[in-house]
């Protein structure tokens, strides 16, 4: 018989198993998530899925379309432009912070270091490992503001980023994902303008200007099919 503990856990177990396979980009944008699929795979019942895909929403990683259910969320200019704009004044605000009060960029250092570890391994790691290292440097630089209420609004875009980035996968190896981000943080050591200056580089001309090349590339794709 299922516990009362377990039975309270089960939604986030679901969650979590689909959270990394959306992350890995196993199910494509518009992919239907099935209550009744879903809970034959995790033989639980009906209203646990229901409580794990809510989850998922509330992380940005799949919508409820009306008659539809569940979908992976898909991807659109304004997607991109309202998560990237978010990052933008979340990041640079904190970075800000971080260099007015001569805070310690040493843990966004350490962060690159595991990143290019990562990128050391034969084989490549999952792609979901990848977004994660890069996820944690630019967690890094909100944390050197200080402040927790910065850190709990990154917590918030945070798996709808990696979401975004695996749709940048075949533009990005984590070689190239490790060498792009050690640039970055030796400009940030610099401080001043230019390390603000580096920071807007690598949100606005490497992933917003990455993922609006491959919803066009996605773009082209459909109309020669004709969907």
């Given amino acids: ?62 919508v409820h379309e009306r008659n539809r259910g569940a979908v992976v969320a898909p991807l659109s200019k304004r997607r991109i432009d309202e998560v990237f704009d978010y990052r933008k004044v979340l990041e640079l605000g904190a970075l800000r912070m971080a260099l007015d009060a001569g805070a310690d960029l040493g843990p966004v250092l350490a962060e690159v270091a595991r990143l290019e570890a990562l990128a050391a391994r034969t084989p490549s790691p999952p792609w979901h490992e990848l977004t994660s290292a890069h996820s944690a440097i630019h967690r890094a630089i909100v944390a050197a503001a200080g402040n927790r209420h910065l850190l709990d609004s990154y917590g918030r875009c945070e798996d709808e980023v990696r979401l975004l980035l695996t749709f940048v996968r075949p533009d990005f190896d984590a070689a190239r994902m490790a060498a792009l981000h050690r640039d970055l943080v030796e400009k940030l050591q610099r401080g001043g303008e230019a390390a603000v200056d580096a920071l807007t580089e690598d949100i606005d001309h490497t992933g917003r200007a990455a993922l609006l090349v491959a919803l066009r590339r996605a773009e082209e794709s459909a109309r020669l099919l004709g969907r």
Avoid: Q, W
Avoid at 24 to 29: K, L, S
């Fill in 1 to 62: 018989m299922t516990t009362a503990a377990e039975a309270r856990t089960a939604p986030e177990r679901v969650a979590k198993v689909l959270r990394d396979e959306l992350l890995d980009g196993a199910h494509p944008v518009g992919t239907r998530l099935r209550e009744e699929d879903l809970a034959e795979r995790f033989d639980v019942g009906r209203h646990t899925i229901r409580s794990g895909l809510r989850l998922l929403v509330e992380r940005g990683l799949v």
